[in-house]
Each structure stands twice: as structure tokens, then as C-alpha cells.
């Protein structure tokens, strides 16, 4: 900190002043490029170095070419604002190194990748490397005169774009975030040298007949697409749904984002032709917005699939989608104050947009609605229902996601009709994410760990219905990419009652599954109600288990249970070798509640129980020999040795408590029954009452989502008659 | 939210404004004045209820009862400060309510305490209810008339009074914060009626020879003090350290300085002849300090003993205490900044100073310096030491605490000797606080829970020395009450070496204990380093474990581990019932080293071992029926059969990881080696290198802390030569 001001100072007083004073820019645009400037003059006063590649990410020279990509580019951009020629000559000369050496290093001696690079353990890195530097070649490209381009062109730049490309085609020709970072980097520098082959390569891919049928990747994804079709323009059509929806997930699709916004940028500059930022109906705009409404209260992405968590809406990699979305996409004024929170802009024609308008005070609040996503290429290939409802005066948002999408190839989980929580504080019910510390050398050098495999993807690691013990698909990545499960019904509109519901007919072979979930925004209840249905129909008996990995500490439960004296491990795989079972217990009534609290809240679940059911507290750290798992806990509710069966709980957040007051304000759910008055073909019909004696019944249409349907039930001698999927009736305690 | 601001506005519209303008109040005093009306005008259109008590803490007539007392002392604040007879009024209306009732109140119907009080499940309830009333009291005495008057001493306050003294004398004549309250309470109402008996009885106690000899309160603590005195002089001369340490702890003292401040000023105020704030040479100033220097850099107190872990500077309960240290004692301007966090003062001249001298841009940073803190009524019975450096050009805090105090009676822990280490963001090295869920019904009813005394007492559960697998004092509160550490040497000047040491010879019989920890802040390390040294002299061999319950996720050690197939209890009693066994190793080298991830930041503990020395990997968990222990790991390192030996470490707090960008900074430590190169009687000299080849040597004088002797020590044919406890050699890779 202190040798950043120092140098700060230094500037100042030397009079390195850029060509147009940070002044006349707008604060944000302003302190970008001083903080820009103080890194990259940093990095300019330390040296550059260009180490020989040997370590694993998170290893000394994996950092070191990481920081190189993004000195360069910085500096390239640096030079073009300002003019400073010490900015072109600093990039030039860091070119020409890695020119001089490029081709001393065959591939990276750790060999551990189904791609590996040449100055970093994967290919991935590489392209990340060239998408990166590419801009950097593209800023001082005229300014360094046509024999330092030979140069570069053949002894750096070709062999890289062919190293990508021709020389890795299982890496380049996928349909996957991968390959779009393959084929920008190859079209992104055949662009800066005006090599149409490259940017013909990276458009369309290399062609299938020049591959071989059964190759694939790591992650068993298939190389060939099933259209035949690679390149850029391929991932733009087959890579979103025509919503934007990215099947891998919001981590992967802020990872893949940019080589898509920086190509496409550059592409619409030097290939107007093309259209690109029209194609598929702006289809990198959507995606954008996807990209932006996948995100929880917090800002945190949804960690669906293989995702780390905390990757956010306010992290560096997002600044970029903000600001082209703005600039590019309809000047949107609620996602300046997304750019305001991430305190930083792109130092271009968009970054500047952006600050000015935040400056003239254009922006508005950032609100997201309820949305319901589609997944695959057309949209028809299932997707994921996002609920959002404010309380609290609307400043309170909940946020409930069900995930009924398909595979998601190779990042892909096993958790159909699976479901998390969130509120303006993280996770309340979480969904595990990815086993992975990425760039962690420590932790199996940032990869994926073991138990991502036989954990984090399996179906009881996430909150959704575990029949026989065994994942969905068979935990079988060409079973999953078979199949996706159907959307239902979704009531994204109104904050009152909401509604999300999916079938899933290939989970399970034999068994059709369906969920439906709503939020319910009641003035009996503190924040939004989590109504939860889940109907299994089969024909042949198996035991039915429904995991709720809630965040916090159990306080109380209304029945028994045991804890185990010691902690044995629940099962021998599908993910249950890797589960203690603490404690089981059997409720004896018609209800089972289970309360517990979390970051200064009250959450308490209301189930509805059979004869035989049992809870078991299970906490993840079996069969775990590097400490890989989080312990943190669960419970599953589980209904032994049934053909068909329905589930159906309420989860109630309450009340409030402080260590530094220590008063807690309503500690206990106001829930005190849930019932399934009706469960049949067509209808399931849920009732639950509260302390003040209200009652509330929930008809749901399970075999028909016509919302135009009219519907009618008679329970208790009452007939109740609708139209559309679901129906809320509330009886007053006075009646 | 809602109903707030309405209240608000509406109290604008009708003109209900306070006598003295709220805007002529500098602005915290204004808001924090506003927000009590806004409170109180709701608790007044509410309704006031008075419902006969039933519950334990966090039940509803618990919650209605306290909020009772909070709204009655608010409103009678309310009433001085605005003149406004509507407050006046429901004062002398609730208080009435209460006098027609409380004679028809026998015992709570609880009894669950070992002084069951009337109103609350117990006296200390009570007695917190007599304090705040009593204000409230005060504040309408002369308007509410001789006639209300009477009625009220004699039939609810001369009662209330009555029943929490020579009715409870097992909970009103302790050396203790419950008695500070029940003095406090007692005295505070005395004063308010002119009742000079109650007054007396408040100052001095019941005499011993009215009580039973031998009555002991439920933690097992002496009803009698020592001295045979009693009584709110008492409290002031045997609770508190010279220096105002508090035996208890400071989450105890936060809670105890309230009746001490509130009584106190009231009597400086009605018997300034006792001059009370001046007793003890201002020892109430000084205790307001000791509180406010317990906390760390985040402004959570220090979880010694018995303590809910997140009570802090900032909460409700503290500002009193600054708000009076500020006023009443010499009006230091670091404690503005304080009182600017907490977003509010005292309504009365203290908050009033606070907020006006805020106002006028007085404050200056609050930053606690290295403490030394003695323990007991005359500063002789251990202590507590703590050491704050600061990094990061002055902006970040590392606070280590180590414990040596006496047993801090029956809210004490058997941990002599133990530590815990802070920064910024929270614990490093924890202490696991209490097992109890303050106020939270179902979890006990609030109080403590079983696993208060099986585990968060026990040796075990903190970061010291534990041999043969026993409690230091056997567990024994009263072997406890007879022995304290003695403190050895505190270096807390300066910021580069500090250094805070103690022994202990009857924690274990015939085994002397000696702790040396030292805080090195050298351009060398991002952070402070923690260099530990611990030594055992006995004469019988015994296993010695030494834990470290550090936070966060494992990810590496410098040695192999196998985890357990199945996970049982480390052993039977002592706490170690509570420890799952979940992995163990033996490292080979002579350094054993074990990194984990916390908080955005690396951490790496490099220890010197010998052969046969274990590292158990720990957590709590086991024989918890109820789910009330945490689930935070930690790890042993165990000496076998050894009659005396020597542990030494070095923690290292390294580098930097956010999921945000991914990028981790240095996650490696640099420390590479830690060697005991001399332990005798009289010294012990530790050396360690990182890296780049440095290579420090520490040199400590064991057995002799004058800090003027001279001392040499030769080796490897080299003689240092120094004087005082310690002396540290940094030997340079060039040399």
C-alpha cells in the first residue's frame, strides 16, 4: 500500500501525466485508469519477466505469465489513452521476450490436462493468455512498424493460434466454454494480423471430418457437437438457450463471457458485416442479462453445477459484461449501479459511458425480477426458475432457484428438480457447489478435487429426492446428456404468491417426478414462505430420501432422535460414503418441524410425515482423506420402501437475533400443521395452519398446466373452483 | 418499517413535538432521541401488559417483562427531557399495574434457578428490572405525588427490594455481578424513596453472621466473600483489579459495569460525600477502560470464560459505558470514535457531551495499545496479557490475548496459560466462549448448557497445554479458586517484538508450566508473526497436547495423515469425550507444518517436533445430543510419556485469496524451519529461517525475568550476549 502511494506520488511529481488529464474524465473512469496506471508503472519499475512455464496453477511461473497477460493488455490500453510511448515500448518489448522464447518450450512438462499448454498446465490458459495479449498487439500493432509484426506474427503469434487450434482440436472444436476461449484467442489475434485463416478457424471451427468420431475431453464431454458444427459463430447459436440462459451456469458463463464480449467487440469494430452483436436477436445481450440475474440478493452467483462460491456480480471478470451491456445493449440505467458497486470501469468508449452517466446521476436501483430460464440451443431442453420476492417494504429480497435444466455437459450436476435459497444475507438452503479451491496449489493445484466427482455432482449432495440411494441418470454423464427434465408451470408475476414447477420422467427410469414451489409474501409471516411439493410416482418400491442442506445450527426439533455414538459413514457410494449420520429419529406425528438458526435469523421447516418416515442428520466429511468437504450439515427426510409417494413441507424464516442485544424476536415459526388433504393423478391439495389459527389451502393441478384450465375440488364437503395450475385459499381464524 | 415511519410521521403532523426542539440537539443525541420516541409512542399505542409470569428467558411474559422495564426507564427519560406529561403518565400507569399485581406474584413457577425470582425465571432478571425501573422511578417521583408514592414504595418497590435481599441473600451478598445488580437495584430504588435502610443494605451488604456458612450459588461459587464483606463497596473493592480488570471477563463486565455505572452515578449525584467516583482512585473509569481494551479489532470482546462469542463494543449495553468513561472521566477523544459506531449516546449529559463534542469534530481513531492486565482485588493473582501490533502501514490490528488470570469464580475456565489470536476480520486462533445460547428458549431456556461444563470449560477445548489428558486443577472449581498463573514477563512497547509470558506450577501437581508468546512484526512477513513457546518441567511422564483450534479449511501439512474410517470420541471425560477423532500422522522431519485458509487469508503453523510426537486432527461433535457444540476443527499436538519438554511454533498469516478474482497471493508460508537449539533450566533459544535463507534467533531467560540482568548464552561456538527476558538475532541470507 504504501509503495503504491509512494509510486502514485512519483508520478505526480515527474509529471507522467497521461495525454488527456484523469481530470477531465469522470471520477470512476478517472480511478480506474490511475489505479491502472500505478499497477502497470509498478510492474514496469519491478521488470518483466517471462519465466520457463513449469508450475501448476497457483505456482510461481503459472502467476507470473497470468499477471504478464494482464500487465500487457494494461499497458496496451494505457498507451492508447494517453500516448505515452513508454506504455507501446514496454508491451513491445514483453512481446518480443515471449517471441524469443515461445518456441523453446514444447508442451508444459506437467502433463496433467486433457489440453495441455505450452506456457501454462492447460490450454485454457493459453487462450486465456492470447485473448489478452491480443488487445495488447492490437493497441501498439501500427505504432511498432512491420518488421517487429513479422516478427511477432510468425515466431509468437501463429504458432500460438495453431497450437490452440489445429494442434489441440479437442480443446478447440467443443461446444464449451473452453473452445470459445480457443476460438477468440485464434480469431482475436488473426483480427490484430489481419490472418483471415485464423479468424476463418476461429468463426467455424474446424471442420468434423478432420476429427476423430469417439474423441472427448476429460469431463467426458463429447468434442463433436451433435450439429457438426464449431467456432465461434457455433457457440453463439448452440452454446445459450435463445434467452441467454448458458447451460454450464452463471460461474461458468461470467468465465466465458468475455472472450464471447471481447471477440464480439472486436468483431462488430473489424467485421461489421458479420452483425455479430445482432446475432440471434442480440443474443450476447441476453446473455449478459442472464449473466446478471443469476445472481442471489448479495451478488453472489447461484452456484449451481461445478461453481466456486462467492464468485459475484461485484468481482473484477463482471465489470466488463456491465459495461458492454450498457453501452452496448440499451443503456440500461439499473445496471449503473451494479458498475458503482463494483468501483471500477473498462478503460474504453463503453467504461466511459458508463462513468459518465453515473456521474450525471442516471443510475437506478438494481432490482431483478422472477425469471423463468430456458436451457439448450432452442430453448426446449428444460431450464431454471428464479422466484425473487421483497419484503420488508421491499427492501428485503428472497430468492428461490429450482434448477430442472439440462446436463449441463461436462460441469454438469446430478440434481434434477433440485432447489436453493437465498435472502440478502447468502444461503439459507445451499446448494453445495463444486469440491474445488480454484488456483489453490494446495488443493490439488486449483483443479477439481476427487469428491467433485463423487460428491459435489451426486444427487444427495443437493436438495432434491433421492430415490434407492442412487444418483439421477445413474450419476452418468451420457445417461444426463440424453435427457432434461420438462418445465411445468411458472407465476414469476406479483410478489404475493409465486410459482415454479418441473417434471423430471428420466431421473429415475419408471418413476415420474414433479416439484412445485412457491414463495408465498403473507402479512402473517415475516418474509416469503417456502412451499414445497414433491410427488414420486412409481411401480415398484424403493426408499424415497429428500436432503435439506440448510446453513446454521439446529436448535430444536418436535421429535425424538439419537445421535450415534460413533459416526459411521451412510453408504458405500452415490455420494452417501462421504455423509456421517450424527443422528436419525422417527416423528410420531402428522407433522415433523425442525428449527434452526442463521445469520441472525430463525428458520424453522414444517414437514408433512408418514408412519416409517425418519430423519437422519447427516454432515458431509466421510471417506474425506485431504479435508476436501465442508462439514456442513443436513438432514434428510426419508420414506422407506414406497412405490408413489408426495412430500410437502413449509419453511419459515422469523424473527431475529443479536449477540450484541441478545433478544431474540419471535424464535419459534408460527407453522403449526401441514397436511396432504389430496394427492392423486390430477390433483395434490396442501393445507397448513398458523399459531393465530389461519389456515391456508394450496390446490395444485399436477396433470394439466393449461392456465386457462378450469378447475374444481371438493375436500371436506367444500368445492373449490379455479382456473390454472394452482389455487390459495386462506380461512380466517374468525371463520 | 412500515408502522415506524407512519408512527413518525404522524407524531410530525400532530405537533407532538418535544419541548426542546429536537434539531437545537447535536444530530446523535437528536436521532437517538428520536428513535426512543418512536419507540415508546408505539410501545403506548400497544398498550401496556403486565402478564403474569410464566415463561424462562425468551418465553413471552420473559420478553414482555423486559421490554417493560426498557420502555418505563425510555418514557421516564422521555418525560425529563421534554417536559411531556403523556410519558409521565404511562410511567406512573405501568408502575401501578405492576404494584397491583406484584403482591399477588409467589415465586416464579419455574424454579429452575438458584434464586428463582418473581417476575423472571430469576433474581438477576428481577433485579435488572428494579435497575431500570427505579430510573424511571426517579425520573417521576415528584410529579406523580405523595399519594401515588406511597402506595408504590410500599406496596411493589420496599417489597421488590426486600425480596432481592434479605429474602435472597444466596444471590444479593456474592462478590459477583448478579449481587452487583441486586446492589444496584436495592440502592437505586432506596435512593429514589429515601429509604436509608435499603440504601445501607445496598452499600455494605447482609452482615455474614446472618448467613449460612457454607451456602454455596449454583456455579459452585462462595456465597461468603473472603473478607467477609458485602455490598456495593464491596463489589467496587474486590471485583474489579487495580486496573480494573474484571475476574469474570469483559463479556461479564459489560454486563456487570451497567448496575456499577448506573448506581454509582446516581450516588454521586444523592451522597456525593461517598465520593464514589473517585473510590479506588477512580477504579469505575478504570473498569470502563478494562472493558473497552478487551475487545479485538473488530470490536468483539474476548471470549474468556464463560462468553456468547459476538458481544461487542458496538453493542446496545456499551454505550453507557462510554458514554460515561467520556464524561465522567477526562473526556478522551479516541472514545468518540467509538461512540460514532455505535450509532447512539445516552439521553441524558453524558451522551449529550458525547454527541455535541462529536459534532464538533473532535474524535480522534481509537487504537488500544499491548495491555498487561492483573487479575484479583489487589492486582496479585495473574492477569491477563494482551499484545496488539499493527501492519499495513498502521491499518491492520493483530491482537493476541493470553490468559493467566485467576479462575474468574464460577463463570471460570481451565485454560492457564491458554491463547487466542485476532485481526480485522475476526478469530484466527479461537477460544470456544461459552456453550450457551443466551435468551434462546430452545436451547435450554437460554441458559447454559450441559456441554458448557463437559466441554467449553475443559482444558481441552482451549489453545494450552493439557497433560494425561486432565483439566489444569483437575477440573475443580474449588482447587481452581485456591491457585492462579503468575504473570513472567510483558514487552508491550513498541511495534516490532512484544512479548507476553506466565507460568503456572499448579494447573497440574508437581509439573511448572511456563508460556512465552511474542508478536514479531518484521518487513520479512506480510502480518505479525506468533512465535510460541511452551514449556513442561515434571518429574513423572505423562502425554502432553498441546491444541490449536485454529478456523478455517485445512489444505496442507509437510507430513502424511490417515483419516478414520469411522469416528469415535477421543476419550471419556475431561472433554475429550466431546472430540471426534477424524485423522492423525506422525511427522517425520524435525519440523511439522500445517497451512489452513481463513477469511480471504492463508495461514501457516511450522512446529518443531520429535519423533514419536503426534498431530491429531479434532473435532467437537461427539456425546452432543442436542447439536449445541460448534463443529470447528482443530488439531493436537501430542508428546507422548515425557516428563519435561518443550513445544515450539511459529503461526504465519500469509498472502491473500478471494473468490471473487481467484488469484492467490503468496499461499505458501515462508517460514521453512523451527529448532529448539538450547532448553535448560535456565533458557531456551529457538531459531527459524524462511525462505530467502534468513534466519532468526530468540533467546529467552526462563528462569530469571529481572529486566536488568545480564545474560550470555553461547551457540554453536557463538556467544550472544544481552540483557532482560529476551533477545532475538536476525542473521541475513548474505551472512
Not at 479 to 503: C, R
Not at 655 to 664: A, F, L, Q
Not at 668 to 676: A, E, F, L
Not at 690 to 716: P, V, Y
Amino acid at each position: 500500500m504504501q509503495k503504491t502511494l509512494l509510486l502514485l506520488c512519483l508520478l505526480v511529481l515527474l509529471g507522467c501525466q497521461p495525454k488527456q488529464h484523469a481530470e477531465t474524465y469522470p471520477p470512476l473512469f478517472a480511478a480506474t485508469l490511475a489505479r491502472t496506471q500505478v499497477q502497470v508503472e509498478g510492474m514496469m519499475e519491478q521488470g518483466f519477466e517471462v519465466p520457463v512455464p513449469k508450475d501448476m496453477a497457483g505456482g510461481h511461473t503459472h502467476e507470473v505469465h497470468k499477471r504478464n497477460w494482464k500487465t500487457l493488455r494494461d499497458a496496451g490500453a494505457l498507451f492508447k489513452l494517453t500516448g505515452d510511448e513508454r506504455y507501446a515500448e514496454f508491451v513491445r518489448d514483453g512481446l518480443l521476450q515471449y517471441a524469443d522464447k515461445y518456441k523453446t518450450w514444447p508442451k508444459h512438462p506437467t502433463n496433467r490436462s486433457y489440453a495441455t499448454g505450452r506456457i501454462f498446465w492447460q490450454c485454457l490458459n493459453d487462450a486465456n493468455w492470447l485473448v489478452y495479449v491480443s488487445q495488447a498487439y492490437d493497441d501498439v500493432y501500427d505504432w511498432v512498424g512491420p518488421d517487429v509484426q513479422k516478427q511477432l506474427n510468425t515466431e509468437l503469434f501463429r504458432p500460438a493460434a495453431d497450437f490452440l487450434s489445429v494442434e489441440n482440436p479437442q480443446f478447440f472444436n467443443r461446444i464449451h466454454n473452453h473452445s470459445t476461449w480457443a476460438n477468440a484467442a485464434v480469431g482475436m489475434i488473426g483480427l490484430v494480423m489481419d490472418d483471415e485463416e485464423l479468424v476463418q478457424r476461429a468463426l467455424y471451427g474446424i471442420p468434423n471430418d478432420q476429427l476423430p468420431a469417439e474423441m472427448r475431453d476429460d469431463d467426458s464431454g463429447k468434442i463433436l457437437s451433435k450439429t457438426g458444427r464449431a467456432g465461434f459463430l457455433a457457440q453463439l447459436d448452440l452454446s445459450f438457450a435463445p434467452d441467454g440462459y448458458f447451460t454450464e451456469g452463471p460461474y461458468y458463463l461470467r468465465y466465458a463471457l468475455s472472450p464471447f464480449l471481447l471477440f464480439g467487440r472486436a468483431l462488430a469494430e473489424k467485421r461489421p458485416d458479420l452483425e455479430v452483436l445482432e446475432h440471434r436477436d442480440g443474443i450476447l445481450g441476453k446473455a449478459i442479462y442472464a449473466l446478471l440475474l443469476e445472481a442471489d440478493p448479495k451478488g453472489d452467483f447461484f452456484p449451481v453445477n461445478d461453481s466456486q462460491k462467492g464468485m459475484s456480480l461485484y468481482s473484477p471478470e463482471v465489470v466488463k459484461s456491465v459495461d458492454y451491456g450498457y453501452y452496448l445493449y440499451g443503456r440500461d440505467a439499473s445496471l449503473l449501479s451494479i458498475a458503482a458497486e463494483q468501483k471500477a470501469v473498462t478503460l474504453d468508449e463503453a467504461g466511459l459511458a458508463v462513468a459518465t452517466d453515473l456521474e450525471a446521476g442516471k443510475a437506478t436501483p438494481f432490482r431483478p425480477k422472477s425469471m423463468a430460464y430456458t436451457d439448450g440451443p432452442n430453448g426446449d431442453e428444460g431450464g431454471l426458475g428464479i422466484l425473487r420476492a421483497y419484503s420488508e417494504g421491499g427492501e428485503a429480497q428472497t430468492a428461490l432457484v429450482m434448477k430442472y435444466s439440462a446436463q449441463g455437459m461436462g460441469h454438469g450436476h446430478f440434481d434434477k428438480l433440485s432447489y436453493s435459497l437465498y435472502d440478502g444475507k447468502g444461503e439459507i438452503i445451499q446448494d453445495y457447489g463444486a469440491a474445488r479451491w480454484v488456483n489453490i496449489d494446495q488443493k490439488g493445484g486449483g483443479r477439481y478435487l476427487p469428491e467433485n466427482r463423487t460428491f459435489a455432482k451426486e444427487s444427495v449432495a443437493h436438495n432434491t429426492l433421492v430415490v434407492g440411494q442412487k444418483s439421477h441418470y445413474n450419476g452418468d454423464i451420457r445417461i444426463g446428456e440424453k435427457y432434461h427434465p420438462e418445465p411445468y408451470a411458472f407465476v414469476g408475476e406479483g410478489n404475493d404468491l409465486q410459482l415454479v414447477s418441473a417434471t423430471s420422467d428420466n431421473a429415475y427410469p419408471g418413476r415420474k417426478l414433479q416439484r412445485a414451489q412457491w414463495l408465498l409474501n403473507a402479512p402473517e409471516f415475516d418474509r416469503p414462505l417456502v412451499i414445497d411439493l414433491f410427488r414420486a410416482r412409481g411401480t415398484v418400491a424403493a426408499d424415497h430420501e429428500l436432503p435439506t442442506w440448510y446453513m446454521g445450527q439446529l436448535l430444536m426439533t418436535n421429535f425424538d432422535y439419537a445421535t450415534e455414538p460413533t459416526l459411521r459413514p451412510l453408504g458405500e457410494d452415490n455420494g452417501y460414503e462421504h455423509l456421517h449420520l450424527e443422528a436419525a429419529g422417527k416423528p410420531t406425528g402428522q407433522t415433523a418441524e425442525i428449527g434452526w438458526f442463521n445469520n441472525g435469523r430463525f428458520y424453522t421447516q414444517t414437514m408433512a410425515v408418514r408412519p416409517g418416515d425418519e430423519v437422519r442428520f447427516v454432515r458431509p466429511g466421510a471417506a474425506d482423506p485431504n479435508f476436501n468437504l465442508r462439514r456442513d450439515p443436513g438432514f434428510i427426510l426419508r420414506r422407506p420402501n414406497v412405490k408413489s409417494t408426495t412430500f410437502a413441507s413449509v419453511l419459515e424464516g422469523h424473527g431475529s437475533y443479536s449477540p450484541r442485544d441478545e433478544v431474540p424476536l419471535r424464535p419459534y415459526g408460527s407453522i403449526t400443521d401441514v397436511k396432504i388433504l389430496v394427492d392423486d393423478e390430477k390433483y395434490t391439495a396442501l393445507q397448513f395452519d398458523n399459531k393465530n389459527g389461519n389456515r391456508w389451502r394450496l390446490l395444485f393441478s399436477a396433470a394439466d398446466n393449461d392456465l386457462a384450465r378450469d378447475h374444481s375440488l371438493t375436500i371436506d364437503g367444500q368445492t373449490y373452483r379455479w382456473s390454472g395450475v394452482h389455487h390459495l385459499i386462506k380461512i380466517n381464524a374468525s371463520k
